[in-house]
């Protein structure tokens, strides 16, 4: 029982470089999102995606692009990395967005910015 | 979409029951209200989800009064490895025309559980 999957889970980037992480998820779930959290900070809602070929802003999207091309896998880039996006990322599931539905998280991904 | 505010911060000690509150004053109809749990360098999980009334499973209870516009999550007899940041999520629920699936979480309580 994999669950969701993030991939890598630590990395450091000097500014400027660029780097994609992944997300998948074995529980053919139609609904995908990432999350940022910063040191003792909340879970803030970056992009999102209600299905194949479909992602949508969140709360913080600025510096990120994200694509959906299989069902299964939810990719974060970042085309130019700032110090400012140093933050753990967690990738998370859920069967779609109807009330009632359970969000199963990643175990993150740490990404530091130098 | 339903913003939630809750206390940042609560300290208990071991044996007590624990209650958290969360607000939720603009909470939609169709909305459920979920909490979760996310211990130190790990992602969330699910704790309980519930619509109204009570809400009971082996790890706590949920308690929301007719008009919804809280919840209360109740976690009984604590242990030190129940410190952890607690979250209440409400909304994600279908709205007929884009825009679903764009769940935002609050800024969580932090639990410390003393011995």
């Known amino acids: 029982n994999a669950g969701v999957t993030q991939t890598p889970k630590f990395r450091v980037l000097k500014t400027g470089q660029s780097m994609t992480l992944l997300c998948a998820q074995d529980m053919n779930h139609e609904y995908m999102y990432w999350y940022r959290q910063d040191p003792g900070m909340g879970l803030r809602l970056i992009h999102y995606s209600v299905g194949e070929g479909t992602t949508a802003k969140g709360e913080v999207p600025d510096g990120y692009n994200v694509s959906r091309l299989k069902k299964q896998n939810f990719l974060l880039g970042l085309e130019s990395a700032a110090p400012s996006q140093t933050s753990v990322y967690f990738c998370?599931?859920?069967?779609?967005?109807?009330?009632?539905?359970?969000?199963?998280f990643g175990e993150g991904s740490w990404l530091t910015v130098v | 979409l339903a913003k939630t505010t809750q206390p940042i911060s609560m300290d208990s000690y071991e044996g007590q029951e624990v209650n958290i509150t969360c607000s939720h004053n603009?909470?939609?109809?169709?909305?459920?209200i979920t909490w979760y749990q996310q211990f130190p360098s790990q992602g969330p999980r699910f704790i309980i989800q519930g619509y109204k009334t009570k809400v009971t499973n082996e790890v706590a209870s949920l308690f929301i009064p007719a008009d919804r516009k809280s919840s209360t999550l109740s976690l009984p007899r604590v242990s030190l490895s129940d410190t952890a940041v607690y979250y209440c999520l409400v909304g994600g629920r279908l709205s007929g025309s884009g825009n679903t699936g764009k769940l935002i979480f609050g800024q969580g309580t932090t639990l410390q559980v003393k011995p």
């Open positions: 998370a599931s859920s069967l779609g967005s109807a009330s009632g539905n359970t969000i199963y």
């Open positions: 603009n909470i939609a109809t169709n909305d459920y």
